[in-house]
């Protein structure tokens, strides 16, 4: 399963939006309709499932599905 693949149904699991259905440009609150609680849950689980740190700062400034996608295979690259 590619990481992109595993990404995204890792997001649907906090949202109504089917894995197929999801683009670059959705942001987390107004299109997936994540809370704050939502949003740290899924941060976790992408820590835990890709074996990835998150910085606090860097995972504030992450509003659409591609802002987390880009940050996450940079840290999966480092």
Do not use: C, H, W
């Amino acid at each position: 399963m590619s990481n992109e693949k595993k990404f995204k149904e890792i997001i649907a699991q906090y949202s109504k939006v089917k894995p197929e259905e999801m683009t670059d440009e959705m942001r987390f609150r107004e299109d997936l309709g994540f809370t704050s609680l939502d949003f740290m849950s899924f941060l976790g689980e992408l820590e835990d499932s890709f074996d990835i740190e998150l910085e606090e700062e860097n995972a504030a400034s992450v509003y659409t599905i591609g802002e987390a996608l880009d940050l996450m295979n940079k840290l999966i690259e480092e």
